[in-house]
């Protein structure tokens, strides 16, 4: 499993699980990634994050690329069908 960079947006400003994620209450898992910025390959340390939405938890690494540019990064697992 790895932490796949997702999208970006302004402070107050991002859609992710099809909502914008700063209108939901973000609360620490108490764990961090690293992860690295698409665009200038710098690593950055970020904190996991889960929100509820509709019911679901929702897991994402978030943190500042730049002043008020926030990174969102989903965990991605490997789905292989194994056969028998």
Not at 26 to 54: C, L, M
Not at 69 to 76: E, N, T
Request: proline share 4%; charged share 25%.
């Amino acid at each position: 499993m790895a932490w796949e960079y997702e999208t970006f947006g302004p402070d107050g400003q991002c859609k992710l699980f099809g909502v914008n994620i700063f209108d939901y209450d973000w609360q620490t898992t108490g764990k961090r990634v690293k992860v690295q910025d698409p665009i200038y390959h710098q690593d950055h340390t970020f904190e996991v994050w889960q929100v509820e939405i509709d019911g679901q938890i929702h897991r994402f690494a978030a943190g500042e690329f730049s002043n008020c540019v926030w990174g969102f990064y989903l965990k991605r697992t490997n789905e292989r069908s194994v056969a028998p």
